[in-house]
């Protein structure tokens, strides 16, 4: 599927965590700064970043042409 790249700042020593709510719909990895969304289907899914105790939410929608 399609491709998508986000620039995410996260200080610290502490490894990012990844999570997709529907690996049907999009996948994330998150490395050196970038989270990498790969759309697979038409759906919806939440990509949560969590480091520590802080997290963030991205929010996917992914529709056909």
Request: proline share 0%.
């Amino acid at each position: 599927g399609d491709t998508l790249t986000v620039q995410a700042t996260a200080a610290g020593d502490s490894d990012v965590q990844v999570n997709t709510s529907d690996l049907s719909v999009a996948t994330a990895e998150y490395a050196d700064g970038v989270l990498t969304i790969t759309l697979v289907a038409e759906g919806t899914a939440t990509i949560t970043l969590t480091k520590g105790e802080s997290s963030a939410e991205v929010a996917v929608t992914v529709t056909a042409d």
